[in-house]
């Protein structure tokens, strides 16, 4: 046997066919009808599961971690809030107004001798519950109809558009509350303003990612072989707009909490006596000469949980971002 013909037992790690292919040292990773060959060593990477592959990026970004964490253990702890053992928040002790923090009220007492403690906790309840639920509106209403203007083109994302820049044209704030001055002061009028105020800047969003995938090769493949509008949509377009979506609907929730919050001191938000950060903004914010420092407790709650929403968006950029995917 010449030096140059091939043993019986060697497969060029390159080239392989039929039951040549080394099952320990190789593995197939598809791409669309056909098999590229690499190294096992390689191909672990690329053969983690989404989520674990997400979850692994995710928590490279430490001080995204630690934003998750924290609002993780806010709202528990909201949740828990009637049964952890805290002082009643619209309980009240006239002799007691104004007090500085000490061991029975950790946070103080504000200008009708409540607990600010607790009024804190049951207030993040009610924050969190406006913005999360602002959010949830917005999405609700603009994924069919970004996906429809995006997908569908014509006079249907012409109106659209055109729909949303009457909106936008408008500052957000102003329109919320305008919005919440007709409804009426509650904290679901002011998360259905909010909902409205959101969801022309998402059906951008998602209209503009549905143009770029809707003339992809395997878009086109799906109509080629008769497949349905809606089975593309569903399979093909929208688990392809979701990431930027998460994204924008994380950084958006930060933005709800500070609007909630601007809502909630002028008036318009949940009303005495229950309490959200902003109600309790406002009234700090009358007694700012007799006890300035209760401005900066609901304050610095309102900038810490609006820079983890921040933060956690910018994490999950990092993990869902293709420029990531190799790492």
Do not use: C
């Not at 995710?58 to 934003?67: C, E, I, T």
């Not at 949740?79 to 009240?92: E, F, K, Y």
């Amino acid at each position: 046997m010449s030096d140059w013909e091939p043993r019986s037992g060697d497969v060029d790690p390159l080239v392989t066919s039929g039951d040549e292919r080394p099952v320990s040292s190789l593995y197939e990773i598809e791409r669309g009808t056909e098999g590229v060959w690499v190294p096992a060593s390689l191909a672990e990477h690329d053969t983690m599961p989404g989520h674990v592959g997400f979850w692994k990026r995710f928590r490279r970004n430490k001080v995204a971690v630690a934003a998750a964490v924290y609002l993780l253990v806010l709202v528990v702890v909201t949740l828990l809030a009637p049964h952890i053992g805290l002082q009643d928040p619209n309980l009240q002790h006239l002799t007691e107004i104004n007090k500085r923090p000490s061991g029975a009220h950790w946070l103080g007492q504000d200008d009708l001798g409540r607990d600010v403690f607790a009024r804190i906790i049951y207030g993040a309840r009610i924050s969190l519950q406006a913005s999360l639920m602002a959010v949830g509106l917005a999405l609700a209403v603009a994924i069919p109809l970004g996906l429809l203007a995006g997908f569908v083109g014509g006079w249907v994302d012409q109106t659209l558009m055109r729909v949303s820049d009457a909106i936008q044209v408008i500052p957000a704030l102003v329109l919320a509350l305008v919005i919440s001055g007709i409804l009426g002061p509650s904290t679901t009028n002011v998360a259905l303003a909010l909902a409205i105020v959101f969801t022309p800047g998402f059906v951008r969003l998602i209209r503009g990612q549905v143009i770029g995938v809707r003339e992809e090769t395997y878009v086109e493949a799906s109509r080629s072989i008769g497949a349905k509008p809606l089975f593309i949509i569903r399979k093909r377009v929208l688990h392809n707009v979701a990431s930027p979506l998460i994204v924008q609907a994380a950084v958006t929730a930060g933005f709800a909490l500070l609007a909630e919050a601007s809502l909630s001191f002028l008036g318009l938000g949940v009303q005495a006596p229950d309490a959200s950060w902003g109600t309790m903004l406002s009234r700090a914010f009358a007694q700012v000469y007799a006890a300035g420092w209760l401005l900066w407790i609901p304050g610095g709650a309102i900038a810490i949980t609006v820079l983890a929403f921040n933060l956690i968006g910018d994490g999950l950029r990092d993990a869902l971002g293709t420029e990531t995917r190799g790492a």
